[in-house]
């Protein structure tokens, strides 16, 4: 049935004021003001005032990690400790609730404490009586594990990144995340992904993008997401496999039914962990660069492949030294295969938070999409955030260079990472047009376009993101706000709307037949 909303605010293409917005066969048949909607013919179609409410593209979050996100909804949320004292009384609480369970755990940030000790693996035992414990950093990119969980991967103990403290990194943490996340039962694994999924819809996202890999999550993983992801009708997932093309990965991809082989395919770490790979020593770490988990050789080889294949890759790579390892890599791989057939192709750096002048030029001129996160810059940037602590003032003002990206030409899309920051586009147009560098702030339109429009076209779709006639009508309602202003972090949709159907409906608007 068509469906016709009127009496609201439409953000859409072009000057004049529009207030409704006719949707037929999963399609926007038509857009104008509500004196025009009059003279529509509406037979048999159903009605909505929005009251005054605001009508949007509904949201691509380009970039997170599905069942993680889920479980942090569901379990133990780190985010508000402030000291090892809480991390432990919580592993407490969370052990008497749920005796003898593998205790996973998310989002603790020691560069916010006062006091940075962290707990220790024995620690962890005693709090949770003998579980395994794995409490992710809020990067994702190390953990604090129990000496139970240690137990369980005994060869995690003589891999790069292992410390007897209980603090790993690398490819030890790796395979511990591993073993924990293998260790969730399927009938979790479900409950966590639907609550993934609906929080995206409430938060008016229709599509995102997954980064999966097997050492992320795992095959399985990403088949049960997608397939129920098909079966709720709700928020669109296109998932991205992180294995290299050279080890099956192109194969694997093809098979899950992947966008691209590629995506979170690790180049390197990230700063808060000391892991990301730099040029120069870390100012609070002199003793490390980072650590690069790919080089020339393998980065070479697993584009030429996929470039061969038609399938788009990308990388995750923060560090300077690693983005512009990347982008050589897509230089050379141009230099092969042409200019044209690279930029056709849509190829990705996700995160690309150490861009220098020349690899953002390159990436303008090669059509690499920079797939990025503002609410970076919010949570860890400015003369007193984390990423001064680790750089240094002047190396950290050239983080998270979103406006350089803009003005280069760059293709820029927007995403939370979750769980690392919350499912939180409004958040995440904020942080864009409020950069803590005032240098790197981008305007409202262009913010919007890369956290809608230029997301599905990183996707390979070119007919959604806009709300222009003829356009997928994935739509997202917003209640009226004063002035006109956009909505604040955090807001949750009156209604989602995907391919024309309702997928989340807060109860705030009433249908009415014509």
């Known amino acids: 049935m068509a469906h016709l909303y009127r009496g609201g605010r439409i953000l859409s293409t072009g000057s004049r004021a529009l207030t409704s917005l006719l949707i037929d066969e999963g399609r926007i048949a038509w857009i104008g003001d509500d004196d025009e909607a009059l003279g529509l013919s509406l037979s048999g179609v159903s009605v909505t005032d929005v009251q005054g409410g605001l009508l949007t593209a509904g949201f691509v979050d380009a970039h997170v990690h599905g069942t993680s996100t889920g479980l942090s909804l569901l379990g133990l949320d780190l985010s508000h400790a402030g000291s090892a004292r809480a991390i432990l009384e919580a592993v407490g609480r969370e052990s008497a609730s749920n005796p003898g369970s593998v205790i996973l755990g998310h989002g603790w940030d020691d560069s916010q404490w006062s006091d940075p000790s962290l707990p220790t693996a024995q620690e962890l035992d005693r709090a949770s009586n003998g579980a395994r414990?794995?409490?992710?950093?809020?990067?994702?990119?190390s953990a604090l594990v129990s000496a139970a969980l240690l137990d369980a991967v005994p060869g995690a103990r003589v891999m790069s990144g292992y410390a007897s403290s209980g603090w790993v990194t690398q490819e030890s943490h790796h395979a511990l995340r591993e073993c924990a996340l293998g260790s969730i039962s399927g009938a979790t694994r479900a409950r966590a992904q639907t609550?993934?999924?609906?929080?995206?819809?409430?938060?008016?996202?229709?599509?995102v993008h997954e980064m999966a890999g097997p050492v992320i999550s795992s095959e399985a993983d990403c088949r049960e997401l997608?397939?129920?992801?098909?079966?709720?009708?709700?928020?669109?997932?296109?998932?991205?496999?992180?294995?290299?093309?050279?080890l099956g990965g192109i194969d694997v991809a093809r098979k899950l039914g992947a966008r691209g082989t590629g995506g979170d395919l690790f180049v390197d770490g990230s700063l808060g962990s000391h892991t990301a790979c730099l040029h120069e020593p870390y100012l609070d770490a002199s003793h490390t660069s980072g650590r690069e988990f790919l080089d020339a050789d393998a980065l070479d080889e697993h584009v030429d492949l996929c470039v061969r294949a038609g399938q788009q890759t990308g990388f995750h790579a923060i560090g300077d030294a690693a983005t512009q390892a990347?982008?050589?890599?897509?230089?050379?791989?141009?230099?092969i295969h042409g200019v044209e057939l690279v930029r056709g192709q849509r190829h990705r750096i996700e995160h690309a938070e150490a861009m220098s002048a020349m690899s953002i030029a390159e990436s303008a001129r090669l059509g690499i999409i920079a797939s990025m996160q503002p609410a970076f810059d919010q949570r860890w940037g400015g003369s007193d955030g984390m990423y001064a602590r680790r750089l240094g003032g002047d190396r950290a003002s050239m983080l998270n260079a979103l406006a350089d990206h803009k003005d280069a030409g760059v293709?820029?899309?927007f995403g939370s990472d979750a769980p690392v920051t919350p499912l939180d586009p409004w958040g995440t147009i904020r942080a864009a047009m409020e950069h803590r560098t005032a240098f790197q702030r981008v305007d409202f339109d262009?913010?919007?376009?890369?956290?809608?429009?230029?997301?599905?076209h990183a996707a390979g779709v070119d007919d959604a993101g806009r709300l222009d006639v003829?356009?997928?009508a994935h739509v997202a309602i917003w209640p009226s706000t004063p002035n006109g202003e956009i909505p604040e972090a955090g807001a949750t949709a009156m209604r989602t709307i995907i391919s024309g159907e309702t997928r989340w409906d807060s109860g705030q608007l009433e249908d009415h037949p014509c």
């Open 195 to 207: 609550a993934f999924l609906n929080e995206a819809a409430r938060k008016g996202i229709v599509c």
């Open 470 to 472: 003829g356009e997928w």
């Open 326 to 335: 990347v982008v050589d890599s897509y230089v050379r791989a141009a230099g």
């Open 133 to 141: 414990v794995y409490l992710t950093r809020v990067d994702a990119h």
């Open 226 to 246: 997608l397939a129920l992801a098909d079966e709720l009708r709700g928020t669109r997932v296109v998932a991205y496999w992180g294995e290299l093309a050279q």
């Open 446 to 456: 262009f913010a919007f376009d890369a956290h809608t429009r230029a997301g599905w």
């Open 411 to 413: 293709s820029l899309v």
